[in-house]
């Protein structure tokens, strides 16, 4: 009925701030009262993603301190309580919406599966998403229908397969459309070393799942996704 990204209202490019605006902006323009909002859903769930930080670092203890040191911090003082943050800003808004019996967290992958499908003009279909990280799936296929069914049948974990799209010359957070003026430079890069990626960084299963060379990336245990033997296997450091 309506969506809308906050950075379209304030002007700044991905705002990480609550969208005040854009929630404001979707409220009217869905035609509908704060009262008649069912649910509110939020795209990951934190506690597990904060189970699967903890079991990575512990795994690879005590490499990966630097990374530790930096994060946990932050997810103690701020990321663990984002219900109550969520119910705050929310009731800032409107009262009714900040009800906890209202506010609802979903996995990661599902919301991204359920953010393409349900737009979509499929009755039913099947999902692929490849994302860096939700909680701890990187890539997962889903079974989508009209009558308000995900279901998942395969998924792939983090930390030996994590951040596929480093595999795309753009980084984790970006979009394979607006990645540069040639909308095709990002597969001709991909061909030219697609053998490189087959050979060094990847191994890729008979059912489709596949494993990362951690010996080329950094992100179980440092503050970058790659390191220098990466750089070093594509000629270079990789793009700010």
Sequence with gaps: MAAAQEERFTRK???PSFPVLAVKWCLEGAGVVAEEVDYVAFYDKPFLKFERLLETYL????????????????????????KDML????KAIDESLGTASKLLF???HFS??????YPSPFEEAAVLTMDGVGEWATTSAVLAAAANCLSRRKSTSRIRSGYSTLLLP???????IPVSTNSWDWLLWCTEYAQTILDHLIDVKADGSFRLNLDYFDYCTG????????DALFGGPAQA
């Design 223 to 230: 503050l970058t996704m790659t390191n220098a033997r990466f």
């Design 170 to 176: 753009i980084t984790p957070d970006s979009r394979l």
């Design 87 to 90: 119910l705050r800003e929310l």
């Design 59 to 82: 795994a690879f203890a005590p490499r990966g301190f630097s990374s530790f040191r930096k994060a946990i911090p932050v997810w103690i003082g701020e990321k663990l309580f984002q």
């Design 106 to 108: 979903a996995e990661h």
């Design 112 to 117: 991204h599966a359920a953010s393409a499908f």
């Design 13 to 15: 490019k991905h705002d």
